[in-house]
């Protein structure tokens, strides 16, 4: 019998990440990347003092109850709205997310989503693919214009401030963000960007992006009575997590042209969409890969693995989300 503790690497993840955890653990991976039931997260962490988890498994009190020995829950994801913090905190059960890492990526992708709902990409590349372009037209998926609009960013964390520097510095755009707090000023000033409440915001924004994270707080930050505050050529766009856009809201909002259109990453009860979202022509829809570069979801890995490591051997782990369970 080995010495080595055990953990359940629970997805499907890098092989190289899995060997370097397999220097230190016992490794119960997960090659067919099922997606374990509760009850199946359950029974497989028995005896396993560390996870490595993604969005797709929730860690709850009732879980922790059941695998008391259980010491690291560590998510591959910056947002960990999967994870019950105060249930794995009050039983000194280490937390760890991967912020920073992401960051860039993210950020070009919440840009890119942007762009392609505005400019209607792929709404008139399913119209070419479908062989229906007979000849140019002067209001041919006409969208709107990103450079020189005014973008408003609902969340002004890490990937809220580099979408917003991409679009000050890149695209000549006027920032305006509402957040919890305000920035200081040395990190307003270089990109412009304006402090609003969130009224101000849904009413001035052109290009409305969301990222704050999922939380009860946020539930429905973007709602019917939201949407009818928006411009009617407004655009948004959602890369934050489902549930922060009351999605039956949007669909109905877009299906009825109170804003333009929308670009989705993120959707509530995800995998699956909203059937009127589906059917709508002015959304632009992806599965959930906004942090999906190859590099950035190897970092990612690396990272849930070193704060593994560093929980279950003794070390610091690099990026706790509950620091305060540590030496106790
Ligand atoms: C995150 O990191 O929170 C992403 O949504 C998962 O890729």
Redesign the pocket.
Not at 288 to 292: G, K, R
């Given at each position: 019998m080995s010495d080595k503790p055990a953990v359940l690497v629970a997805r499907k993840v890098f092989p190289e990440v899995v060997q370097r955890l397999a220097q230190h653990f016992e490794v119960e991976d997960n090659p067919t990347d099922h997606i374990h039931s509760p009850d199946e997260l359950r029974a497989r962490l028995q005896g396993k003092a560390g996870a490595f988890v993604?969005?797709s498994e929730r860690i709850d009190a009732a879980l922790l109850d059941a695998n008391p020995q259980l010491r690291a829950v560590c998510?591959?994801?910056?947002?960990?709205n999967n994870i019950d913090v105060g249930a794995c905190s009050a039983r000194g059960v280490l937390v760890s997310?991967?912020p920073d890492v992401?960051t860039e990526t993210?950020a070009d992708f919440g840009f890119a989503l942007m762009m392609a709902t505005a400019r209607r990409i792929t709404e008139s590349e399913r119209f070419l693919r479908e062989g229906r372009w007979d000849r140019w037209a002067y209001d041919m998926f006409a969208g709107s214009d990103l450079h020189g609009a005014t973008l408003g960013i609902l969340g002004m964390g890490r990937i809220g401030q580099g979408i917003a520097r991409r679009g000050a510095l890149g695209f000549g755009m006027q920032v305006i963000y509402h957040n919890r707090s305000r920035l200081p000023a040395d990190q307003e000033a270089p990109i412009g960007a304006r402090y609003v409440d969130k009224e101000t915001l849904l009413r001035e924004a052109d290009h409305l992006v969301v990222v704050v994270p999922y939380s009860p707080q946020t539930h429905h930050a973007i709602g019917a009575a939201e949407l009818a505050r928006m411009k009617p050529s407004a655009t948004l766009t959602n890369?934050a997590?489902g549930g922060v856009v009351d999605d039956a809201a949007l669909a109905q909002a877009l299906a009825q042209g109170r804003i333009a259109a929308a670009g989705l990453d993120?959707f509530e009860g995800e995998p699956q969409v909203h059937p009127q979202l589906l059917a709508q022509r002015n959304v632009v829809l992806t599965p959930?890969?906004?942090?999906?570069s190859v590099a950035t979801?190897r970092a990612?890995a690396d990272l849930a693995a070193d704060n593994l490591i560093a929980a279950l051997t003794g070390g610091v782990p690099p990026t706790p989300v509950n620091a305060q369970v540590l030496g106790r």
């Open positions: 993604t969005l998510n591959m994801a910056v947002g960990y997310n991967t992401l993210t890369i997590r993120v959930h890969i906004a942090s999906a979801r990612m």
